[in-house]
């Protein structure tokens, strides 16, 4: 996983360009050439690279993989149409809506023979997206929380847990860290809910003053906060550019991981706050117009086998959506209480619907003022 | 008509149409795509607008379409005074920058235009060489360099100028530290080409009739060279005003600059409509500039003949 900011970013803009160009082009020569392909769009860091490998060995199928870093982006290209991608990775929220929008099609399930091996519960919360879950299936699942550098932690709170929003909604916390650096995911989706949730309102509330007042509280932290970004934390927590940061469970592990790695005597920790926070799914689904649906039931399914997702979420500490893959999966991944939370944590973890375009526009605005102050 | 007039008269006529297809091909053909979807709304559909037109539509079912546009995008500007923030904070980060920008390169031209041939060519060559690289890399290196524990801090902690971090990164000043590094030798280059045709007997005059260099530079070279002053600056603040990917990797997250504003409603809201109503403005006022430009090079021309 030694990937760094700038591939990153290519990938990205590469993802907004190219794409589109090279599956047609690859569909033209297929005459040519009976090689078979499959186009995946995933987010990055998000999968095993070797998985990918071990896909192509078995089914001569090869794999064209790009990635992305904002559900926006992705949105964006599938409502645009024609993406040539076979299998793309939507959060449940944004699903619904594509679903909506007429994005997706319905898989078919007797091509997906583990099917039988996903995890009863989490697809039921999937339901609320995807009535039925015709279209999708999870992927992972996480939490939003705290990451922080432990040393800088100490130095500032001592031996006090760092278990609880007050940490970044109160001022005079988070004020302590401004030194240090911190970085909040600029994801509106995240913030808001968490916000609404801390103040004891409804997390899945559209009322605009709901929604003001959580920005008011959200805009408190801009003083105090380096960066709004959702994936430059990861690399900037492990350099010790940053100290704490709003984060994503199995991204804040991966920084973690890669300050290890670096062996730079940087420690990070991720906690779910006690006040109970967000849980995130992200969904394997195909666009209507995908060019190659056979390859892309087949690697779907592949992603799906216990032993693959077992690897994928060892390698990215996200929790996957396959209930037998717990046998395989590392120990540690495993017994780590912010990846596979407890019963009573589960219980405190909430989830949220989509907001509709004209409550999205409020929320990109308050959003915007949270992050400019104007 | 002779015929030999007549064929050079076509001939004429072919060169003027390349670069009109051009224009039309690239340039109104996109705008008025834009332009469409500017007086369409937003729906949750595939394409996210409406109405959409189609290759299929019979006569009626157009002009039912073309009763839905309006220009309801455009009035959603005067609704909320973020479009106009967003467009005071882009031309003013570009005006600084370019004014920057001009300020580094004139020296640099200056000393291009007075080598010698020979060091010349390499010269350029080494003002053109950063574009062997991505632009995005050379971005994203600013960022090792400028970041709080990056080079540029290490390396004045090191030598004790500072003793804390300068704070840079994510940051306007580290914006137009961006745009000054990215667009120098589109400055560069106009500024040199107009210092190097000037005729340096005049140079030689000016000093045979007393005046100090520092004189014969601001009563010579500097007015003759207005026109590449001119044409670096617009070639520098044209793009920068509509810069997305600089404010991104180096601001701050409160930097409001319009690139950002325009993505947020293309990407954020899905509000493919506002988005595409806010280009056509910001292509308009930048139209203005142009015009300007146009102008002094007319007149500029009329004065040579």
Sequence with gaps: MARTHSLKFLALVGALALPAASASAQQQQKPAAPERTVNVFNWSDYIDPKVLEDFTHETGIKVIYDTYDSNEMLETRLLAGKTGYDVVVPSATFLARQIKAGVYQKLDKSKLTNIKSLWPDIMARLAKYDPGNEYAVDYMWFTTGIAYNVQRAKERFGNKPLDTWDIVFRPENLKKFADCGVYVLDSPEDLFSIALNYMKLNPDSKNPNDLRRAADLLGGMRRYVKKFHSSEYINALANGDICLAIGWAGDSFQARNRAREANNGIEINYVIPREGTLMSMDTLAMPKDAPHPEEGLKFIDFLMRPEVAARNTSITNFANGVITSRDFVDKDVLGNKSVYPDQATMARLFTVTGYDQAVQKIVTREWTRVKTGK | ?305
Excluded: C
Aim: proline letters at 6%; hydrophobic letters at 55%.
């Design chain 2, 1 to 305: 008509m002779r015929p030999a007039s007549k064929a050079r008269s076509r001939r004429n006529w072919l060169v003027i149409a390349v670069p009109y297809g051009w224009l039309l091909l690239f340039f109104l053909a996109p705008f008025a795509l834009v332009l469409k979807i500017s007086l369409s709304q937003s729906a949750l559909s595939l394409p996210p607008y409406a109405p959409v037109f189609d290759w299929s539509d019979d006569f009626r079912a157009i002009v039912e379409k073309l009763q839905a546009l309006s220009f309801e995008s455009f009035a959603g500007f005067f609704n909320d005074s973020l479009y106009v923030d967003s467009y005071v904070s882009s031309v003013v980060i570009a005006a600084i920058a370019t004014l920057l920008t001009l300020v580094v390169a004139y020296p640099f031209a200056l000393a291009i235009a007075r080598s010698s041939p020979k060091v010349r060519t390499i010269l350029i060559g080494l003002a053109i060489a950063p574009f062997w690289t991505s632009f995005l890399i050379r971005v994203y290196a600013w960022i090792t360099i400028l970041k709080d524990e990056g080079l540029l801090n290490h390396f004045l902690m090191r030598i004790g100028l500072i003793d804390a971090p300068l704070g840079i990164f994510a940051t306007n000043t580290a914006i137009v530290i961006g745009i000054v590094y990215s667009y120098l030798p589109f400055m560069l280059l106009p500024l040199y080409a107009a210092i190097e045709g000037q005729d340096q007997a005049l140079l030689e005059a000016a000093a045979d009739l007393g005046a100090s260099p520092w004189r014969a530079f601001l009563r010579i070279t500097l007015p003759l060279s207005m026109r590449g002053i001119i044409a670096g600056s617009l070639l520098v603040f044209i793009p920068a005003v509509g810069e997305f990917v600089i404010p991104d990797l180096l601001g701050g997250s409160d930097t409001l600059m319009i690139g950002r504003t325009l993505w947020n409603d293309f990407f954020v809201n899905r509000d493919w409509p506002a988005a595409s109503a806010a280009a056509i403005v910001l292509l308009i006022l930048l139209v203005g500039p142009l015009l300007v430009y146009e102008r002094v090079q007319l007149r500029d021309e009329k004065v040579r003949a």
